[in-house]
């Protein structure tokens, strides 16, 4: 069964460093997610892209934060300069059929 | 606002008992309902999710959830737990091609 993958699993930083999280989809799909959730609290919404462009971005998404799909396969988050505020599990999600969003298994960011 | 209340944060059962987990949610037109599962440090499984129809829906492992719209719940059952369903769950609300917004949570542990 095809699954969304996500790379690194874990990644340690440091404060002002930048970091590129980086999601397969599954194939075919069309409609991409970036979440997050902070330790111990619920998954937030960051950012939704369709067709090269941002659909829709949450108030956490501001100007640090960027998605790109670079080729056909790779969906990527970037931040530009990490702040202690940003570690977190962040999930990418593709959307297929019947409007289910499947996740990937998240990268663990940790900002030092 | 869109908006997913979990009132329980965290809930024991006693292997092979029946379990309710509850969900309620605020949307301004007929949501797309969803629960997912969470085991510690892993990604987001899908247990189900309900578009339109029967409002008795069926999903993996054995759990079921009953949309109802006069109460604007979707809350998850088990007939019989097992020690490998004590994990953290989550219910979620969208729509066509939107985000999801997910409640807080609610941490099952199952008792021997």
């Known amino acids: 069964e095809p699954e969304v993958t996500q790379t690194p699993s874990h990644q340690v930083t440091q404060m002002g460093q930048e970091v590129i999280l980086r999601c397969v989809p599954i194939?075919?799909?069309?409609?991409f997610y970036w979440y997050r959730q902070i330790l111990g609290q619920k998954v937030e919404f960051l950012v939704s892209f369709y067709n090269n462009e941002i659909s829709e971005k949450s108030e956490i998404f501001d100007d640090q934060f960027s998605v790109e799909r670079p080729d056909g396969s790779n969906f990527t988050l970037k931040i530009r300069s990490t702040k202690l505020e940003d570690s977190a599990m962040y999930f990418c999600?593709?959307?297929?059929?019947?409007?289910?969003?499947?996740f990937g298994p998240g990268t663990r960011l940790l900002v030092l | 606002a869109q908006s997913v209340t979990q009132p329980d944060i965290h809930i024991t059962v006693s292997e092979g008992a029946s379990l309710e987990l509850r969900c309620n949610y605020s949307?301004?037109?007929?949501?797309?309902l969803f629960w997912y599962v969470q085991s510690p440090g892993q990604g987001l499984q899908l247990l189900l999710k309900y578009f339109s129809g029967d409002t008795l829906v069926q999903g993996i492992k054995g759990f079921e959830a009953e949309f109802k719209r006069s109460q604007s719940s979707f809350n998850l059952r088990k007939p019989s737990v097992h020690w490998s369903d004590a994990a953290e769950y989550f219910c979620?609300?969208?729509?066509?091609?939107?985000?999801?917004?997910f409640g807080t949570g609610t941490r099952l542990l199952v008792s021997p």
């Open positions: 979620a609300v969208g729509a066509s091609f939107q985000k999801l917004v």
């Open positions: 194939s075919n799909h069309l409609y």
């Open positions: 999600a593709s959307l297929g059929s019947q409007e289910t969003q499947y």
């Open positions: 949307y301004g037109a007929t949501p797309y």
